[in-house]
């Protein structure tokens, strides 16, 4: 199983960047999916969860602002992210659980620019 990510970049404070996550070796329609985030020196936490029948939940720091989703006929979890923060340089990275087993991508840096 690997999860590749893209779509990071600096963007504007305020500005809108949306988040890709390739997946092979399962397939996301069948799965939990999830993003999270990490600062430097800081634990990751998980931003967005998104359920096999599509339920999604999100971390109150970024509720109403975030949107994950899954595209079965790419296999790919994506993360659309909206009125963005300033913050430090931060790693967002996709995860895929099934059967117990997680498997995490190598992330792609995010940094919001004031």
């Known amino acids: 199983v690997q999860l590749a990510e893209s779509g990071g970049c600096v963007v504007q404070a305020g500005g809108s960047l949306g988040l890709s996550c390739a997946v092979s070796g399962l397939s996301v329609s069948s799965v939990y999916v999830f993003w999270g985030r990490q600062e430097p020196g800081k634990e990751r936490e998980v931003v967005a969860t998104?359920?096999?029948?599509?339920?999604?939940t999100y971390a109150d720091s970024v509720k109403g602002r975030f949107t994950i989703s899954r595209d079965s006929a790419k296999n790919t979890i994506n993360l659309q992210m909206n009125s963005l923060k300033h913050e430090v340089t931060t790693n967002y990275s996709c995860k895929a659980r099934k059967l117990g087993a997680s498997y995490w991508g190598q992330g792609t840096q995010v940094t919001v620019s004031s």
């Open positions: 998104l359920r096999r029948c599509s339920s999604a």
